[in-house]
C-alpha cells in the first residue's frame, strides 16, 4: 500500500468531515487529542534553534551521493514529479531510507532475519552522516521521551536488544556494530527527503497507536505549509519545526511556497519490533501530564 488511496479516503471524509471548515490555520503549539485524550498530532514549531537547524541542514549534502528519484515509478515517494527541478536546486531533491536493522524489501516475516540497512554499511554516506548526526539525532529523540514516554522506551529497548544479542536477529553482526556506533536516534529508522512536495497520506507500516516525527529543514527564505485533510488543520513547516504524527491514523501532506527545503522523517517499522519480540505498546494519553 502507498498510504494514498483516494477512493477510500474519499468515503472517510463523507462520514467524517474535517473538524475545521474551512480550515484552521495554526503557528503557535499544540497537541490534537482524540475524545480519549490519546495524542495525535504534537506540533511544536521552531523548536530548534536557528544554529543547530543550520548545522543539520548543511550536513544534508553527505548524503547527496545516495539521494534518489525516479521518473519511471509508480510509488510517489520516489516518482520526480513529486521534486523540484534539480536545475533548480542546490541541495540535490531525492530521498534515501536509513536504518541499523530492518527487512529488506519482501522479507518482512518472522522466518527471515534483520539485514543492516544498505546506507550503514560499509563506507555509505548514510553511515557517515549519520556519525555527524549523532548529537542532533540524540537531541531530536529525547523529545519522543515527552510527547511519547513508552515508545521512546521501546525504542531504547530495539537497539539495547540489537548490541547485546545482534547475532540472533541479524547475519552480519561486526556491521551492525559498527552502525549502532553512530546510531543515536531512538526511532529505529528515517528517511532524508530534499525539495519534494508530498501529497496526503497515511504512513502504513507502523502503527495507529505510535507516533512519527518529521523534522523540517531548509534555508532562510524556506516557507512551508503542512496539511492535515482530515482535521481541516493546516500549519506553518517553517525549518526548526518538529512535528509528531500519528502517522498511521492521521492522514498528512507538505509543500514548500519557496526556498530550499528538506525533511527528516523518523519512524519505527512494526514488523521490525515483532520480530525482536518488542511488545506493541499503547497510545501516548495526555491525561499524564495532567497537574
Known amino acids: ?135 542532533s539525532s540524540a537531541l531530536i529523540g529525547s523529545i519522543l521521551g515527552i510527547t511519547h514516554p513508552q515508545l521512546y522506551q521501546q525504542g531504547l529497548e530495539a537497539l539495547t536488544l540489537l548490541s547485546s544479542e545482534g547475532g540472533k536477529f541479524v547475519d552480519n553482526e561486526e556491521q551492525l556494530v559498527r552502525a549502532l556506533k553512530v546510531w543515536t536516534s531512538p526511532f529505529t529508522a528515517l528517511s532524508v527527503i530534499t525539495n519534494r512536495n508530498t501529497p496526503a497520506h497515511r504512513d502504513t507500516k507502523g502503527r495507529n497507536e505510535w507516533l512519527d516525527f518529521v523534522v523540517a529543514l531548509g534555508e532562510d527564505d524556506s516557507v512551508g505549509v503542512m496539511t492535515f485533510p482530515g482535521l481541516g488543520l493546516t500549519v506553518g513547516y517553517n525549518p526548526g519545526t518538529i512535528i509528531a504524527i500519528a502517522g498511521k491514523v492521521v492522514r498528512h501532506a507538505a509543500e514548500f511556497e519557496g526556498g530550499e527545503r528538506a525533511c527528516i522523517a523518523y519512524y519505527m517499522r512494526n514488523k521490525v519490533q515483532e520480530r525482536l519480540g518488542i511488545p506493541a505498546g499503547t497510545w501516548m494519553n495526555c491525561c499524564m501530564y495532567d497537574a
Request: charged residues 20%; glycine residues 6%.
Open 1 to 135: 500500500m502507498n498510504g494514498l488511496q483516494p477512493a477510500a479516503e474519499t468515503k472517510v471524509a463523507e462520514r467524517y468531515p474535517p473538524i475545521y471548515n474551512p480550515p484552521h490555520h495554526a503557528m503557535k503549539p499544540f497537541v490534537v487529542t482524540d475524545m480519549h485524550r490519546n495524542a495525535l498530532v504534537w506540533y511544536l514549531p521552531n523548536i530548534l534553534t536557528a544554529g543547530r537547524q543550520d548545522a543539520i541542514w548543511k550536513l544534508l549534502k553527505i548524503l547527496e551521493p545516495a539521494l534518489k528519484m525516479d521518473n519511471r515509478t509508480k510509488n510517489w515517494r520516489q516518482n520526480s514529479k513529486n521534486f523540484r527541478d534539480p536545475n533548480l536546486c542546490k541541495l540535490k531533491p531525492g530521498t534515501v531510507s536509513i536504518s541499523p536493522a530492518w527487512f529488506q524489501q519482501g522479507h518482512e516475516s518472522m522466518m527471515f532475519k534483520l539485514e543492516v540497512g544498505a546506507q550503514m554499511k560499509d563506507d555509505a554516506a548514510g553511515g557517515h552522516w549519520a556519525s555527524e548526526m549523532q548529537e
